[in-house]
Each structure stands twice: as C-alpha cells, then as structure tokens.
C-alpha cells in the first residue's frame, strides 16, 4: 500500500515513517508524489485543518491520502497558539524565537498554570473517498527554559511529567511512544489494517 502523506515538514515526516515501520506500506511525502501545492489552512480545528490538506492533496492523486495538523495548546495562554502552532509570530521565525516567547508570556504562572498539551488530529481519506479521521493528545507542561536537542518544534519548552524531561530530551522511541502523533497514528495503522 502507498500512504500519501499531505506534508513538506521533515521531521514530521520522519516520525510518521517511524512509527509506520512496522506496518507493510510505503509512505511518500507529496513532493514525491509529484504534488507541489500550498494548501492554505482556514480551519478552527485541527481536524478541519487535517482534512483540508488531505482533501487538497486527495483530489490531485487519489489513492490513500493523510494529513496530520498538531500544535501546542497552554491554558494560561487561553490554549493559544493552538492551530496557530506553526504560524505564532509568523512562519518564518525560528521555533527557538517563538519558545522563548512563550516562557516570557508564562513568567508569572506557576504550577498548575502552567499546564499544557500537545494535540494531534489526523485526516485519512482512502481510495473511495470515505474518510478516517482521528484526534490524541498528550498532556504536559511548560518548561521555566528551553532543554534538549531531540525533537523538534516546542519540543524543548514541553515537560512531560512522567519522564522528568521535556520532550526534546526524550528518545525518539519514548516520545514516539507517548505522543500525541505516536498514539493518533496507531490508531490509524490498527484501522487501515482492520479495513475499518
């Protein structure tokens, strides 16, 4: 089976492989499926967001297309940036920019205000044109300052309680154990191996 993956983001794409590596399937980036489309994200929901890449890139190739939108959501910040994740402060600054924004705008929460997750909604339109679609998260907070090298994104400035680390200090085996990419895309392989 050939899984288009509706994504230009490298690391993304890497730990989707990952995670796919057990399953029987080959999963190609839309560059190599020879689409080279900008598909503009005007949903509200990741959900929404996921399906309209998938959608996007579905209608140009057929066959079996996901698309995964995730970002970061702190309660202090009023779950900002949420689906904004990848375009806080613009998509052009450096995620090293945007997480110390971040701790500046939590210096004066402590504790519990300091609760945040990462949310992960995956889009899986299959070659009839019935859709899959699946919503994980995982819980966390942010971090008093950046750590780790791993990972990737807010990586560094989300601390994940059960480890004592932030998610850039984790393995990519652990983290893709417990991400919200990891556990929405296990779902994914479970139904696409079910036929569900």
């Avoid at 850039?168 to 983290?175: D, I, P």
Wanted: net charge negative.
């Amino acid at each position: 089976m050939k899984i288009i993956c509706a994504t230009s983001n490298k690391d993304k794409l890497r730990e989707i492989r990952e995670i796919f590596s057990d399953f029987d399937c080959e999963i190609v980036s839309m560059k190599e499926a020879g689409v080279s489309i900008d598909v503009e994200e005007t949903g509200d929901t990741f959900l929404e967001n996921a399906y309209i890449k998938a959608k996007a890139v579905w209608d140009i190739t057929g066959g079996v297309v996901f698309s995964d939108d995730s970002g970061l959501e702190v309660d202090y910040l009023n779950k900002a940036p949420g689906v904004y994740s990848a375009r806080f402060m613009g998509t052009d600054t450096s995620y090293e920019i945007k997480n110390k924004k971040i701790i500046q705008l939590l210096e004066e929460a402590t504790g519990r205000e300091r609760s945040a997750r990462y949310k992960a909604a995956i889009c899986c339109i299959l070659e009839d044109g019935s859709v899959i679609e699946i919503e994980e998260s995982m819980e966390g907070e942010i971090a008093h300052s950046p750590s780790g090298s791993e990972g990737f994104g807010y990586d560094p400035i989300f601390y994940v309680k059960e480890f004592s680390k932030t998610a850039a200090q984790l393995s990519r085996e652990e983290k893709n154990k417990i991400s919200h990419r990891g556990k929405a895309l296990r779902v994914l392989k479970d139904k696409l191996r079910k036929g569900d």
